[in-house]
């Protein structure tokens, strides 16, 4: 039998499990060589292995991906730094949803708002 304390204690985490304080953005920015034919097949390799991987542009070279916690955050940038091609840079930054929220774009000088993000469905 569940306790009272248990039970709030269980409903409570529940409700903060889509926390926007919980649910994270990882953001992939990077900058690769592409002067040679080697160069530029490891920079597609990174760009489809991130594709694979769920991401999607931002702009041309920062990719993102929404995680719905930080443990499942941890896996993907496991997994980006599994495949970190031999040359250039590359730099992996994670922010929550409320932080990733603030945004501002613009277009010109025009703001803009930002594109929804893509469905994703993740099963447990």
Request: one cysteine or more.
């Given at each position: 039998?569940?306790?009272?304390?248990?039970?709030?204690?269980?409903?409570?985490?529940?409700?903060?499990?889509?926390?926007?304080?919980?649910?994270?953005?990882?953001?992939?920015?990077?900058?690769?060589?592409?002067?040679?034919?080697?160069?530029?097949?490891?920079?597609?390799?990174?760009?489809?292995?991130?594709?694979?991987?769920?991401?999607?542009?931002?702009?041309?070279?920062?990719?993102?991906?929404?995680?719905?916690?930080?443990?499942?955050?941890?896996?993907?940038i496991k997994r980006i730094?599994?495949?970190?091609?031999?040359?250039?840079?590359?730099?992996?930054?994670?922010?929550?949803?409320?932080?990733?929220g603030q945004i501002e774009?613009?277009?010109?000088?025009?703001?803009?708002?930002?594109?929804?993000?893509?469905?994703?469905?993740?099963?447990?």
């Open positions: 039998m569940v306790s009272c304390v248990e039970l709030f204690i269980l409903r409570n985490n529940r409700m903060n499990r889509f926390s926007e304080y919980r649910i994270m953005w990882i953001l992939v920015f990077f900058d690769l060589p592409t002067d040679t034919k080697k160069d530029r097949k490891a920079h597609a390799l990174f760009r489809k292995n991130l594709q694979k991987d769920g991401f999607t542009m931002f702009q041309f070279s920062i990719y993102i991906r929404h995680c719905a916690s930080m443990e499942n955050a941890a896996v993907h730094k599994s495949f970190l091609p031999e040359y250039g840079q590359v730099g992996i930054l994670c922010i929550t949803d409320k932080q990733f774009l613009f277009s010109g000088k025009k703001i803009r708002q930002p594109d929804a993000p893509d469905q994703q469905l993740e099963l447990f």
